[in-house]
């Protein structure tokens, strides 16, 4: 029999060296019986961000996508190659929407062949139209990006797909035309040692504006002469006839830093950066610092939370924005961490603290769903297992509703509906 599903609530496990599709009813979870699957287990999977199309390594076939769209019952699925895809593949990234895949492979020292492709449906349609449209998946471009670390963001699309940012490895910031990377630059921003980039989710506009945050690494002379800070910019990008124009209107030193997770809210005017310092000495394994830091767009507000007054420590567990209000929880401090609310006022430029909702217990996950009232800290694999949920009302009415303890779990995310 064929058990239909809607996308949104369908999942993938890997169960006794296969993969399988599950689908959830709403009160119960199924296995789907959606030819070809089961499939053996793949080396790496990964779902479109529209849920209709996943990408997998197949230990004997390499690198494929199977194909469930454009309708929103999963009933069967097309298994489409990716020629000339490397074998080596171990990590996949999408677009925005899901219009083109990246898929991203090691680069053996010395190497000088492309180890990241993008590859787009045939007559997919324009940026934006998704990853259930289209014919065969067609290479459409390849870069080389030497020393490439796994789930590294090198290439980023904005939210309508119109504009792709490249990360080189010498860290300089290409733009690129997000309808076709093969085209061309279309500018280079003038920064360099750059480790991290992250687009803001401003929403479409008359005219092009897009909002760009960087990180830019510390340099150091020796392992630990450093000659400048590490830093976070925030760009403006604009076009007009004479071109593409970039404008930098805020920066903020960080006081360590060699990678940084970098997190707008979801208005796109206020960005969290996450910056970590890597392992000083890696035989004895000597961690260096973080720092978290908040700024406004325009550099109005800048704030150090490990500092007293907010966290008040440097060992930060996990933190995350609600992705429908300004307000965001922090975990931090030596397990077990407290997890803390704040809120962030863009009319006033100010952050504040709200409340513990948690602590007393090792945590270190924080999945707020799509719309941002349900919230989950998870404390997974050697912290127990513990998944502690909230109802987020807004403002300080974060109201505790349940706890599980999942000993075996090593992964949570919430649904996309």
Known sequence: DKMAAPLSMAFFAHDKGRIKLHGFDGSAVSELRVPPFQLPSPKVASWSPDGLVMALVDPAQGTMVATFGPTQELTAAKLLQLPGAPKTVDSFAWSSLGSVLVTLSPCP??????????WRRENGGMPGSGSGTGGNYKLEADFLHQKLEKDK???????????????TSDGKVQLLDGADLSGGLLSELQVSNVASLEF????????????????????????AKKTSLAEVLIMELTASNEGFESHLVSRMPVACGRSADLLWNFAGNCLLAHAKQVVVDPKRG????????????????????????????????????NPARDEFVLIAGNQPAKAVLYTWDNSAKKVSVVKVILQGVPRDGIFFNRAGHLLALTGLGRLGGGVDFFRCNGGDSYVYTARIIAESAVFAEWAPD
């Open 109 to 118: 020292a010395g190497s000088q062949e492309p180890n990241i492709h993008v």
């Open 200 to 223: 803001a989710p401003l929403k479409s506009a008359s005219g092009f504006h897009e909002r760009l945050a960087l990180f830019i690494v510390d340099q150091q002379n020796g392992v």
């Open 153 to 167: 963001k090198v290439l980023q699309w904005t939210r309508d797909e119109n504009l792709c940012a490249r990360l």
């Open 286 to 321: 000597s961690p260096g610092g973080s720092r978290l830091v908040l700024m406004s767009k325009g550099g109005e507000a800048k704030k150090d939370l490990t500092a007293k007054e907010y966290a008040g420590s440097d060992a930060i567990q996990a933190v995350s924005w």
